[in-house]
């Protein structure tokens, strides 16, 4: 995977609606998983899909849930991975975050869905 990479994709005040810039936070390795920030700026009502099908993992005795990545689907999310197959969102990908909220997998639905500017940490499967 891609070490030390900042992406800004479709930013700008000219550039519609998403507007999606990436950041590495972990190169990955052996003992560690690749992870990336994706930030979303979903723009103005109506929000267009992410066309994610998400699967709700929680851990209550971690007081933390995530978000499984069941399938990538048609919307923002698949066009992204189109013009940025170094840093696509994939199949079996974790949610782990959103907006830095990571109690539950509601919490991190919610969050996903309500607001129009959210950070999105994306743990990569191996």
């Not at 990336?36 to 933390?64: T, Y």
Request: with cysteine; glycine share 8%; charged share 25%.
């Amino acid at each position: 995977m891609l070490s030390g990479c900042c992406c800004d994709v479709n930013l700008g005040p000219d550039i519609p609606y998403p507007r999606i810039e990436v950041t590495v936070l972990n190169s990955g390795g052996d003992e560690t998983p690749f992870r990336f920030l994706m930030r979303i700026d979903k723009g103005p009502l109506p929000h267009p899909s992410f066309g994610l099908d998400l699967a709700r993992v929680d851990v209550q005795e971690k007081g933390e849930g995530y978000l499984i990545i069941r399938q990538v689907k048609s919307g923002f999310i698949q066009e992204w991975n189109t013009a940025n197959p170094d840093l696509e969102v994939r199949n079996g990908d974790m949610i782990i975050s959103a907006n830095n909220v990571s109690e539950s997998s509601a919490a991190l639905l919610e969050r996903l869905t309500e607001d129009e500017l959210v950070d999105l940490v994306i743990e990569a499967r191996p």
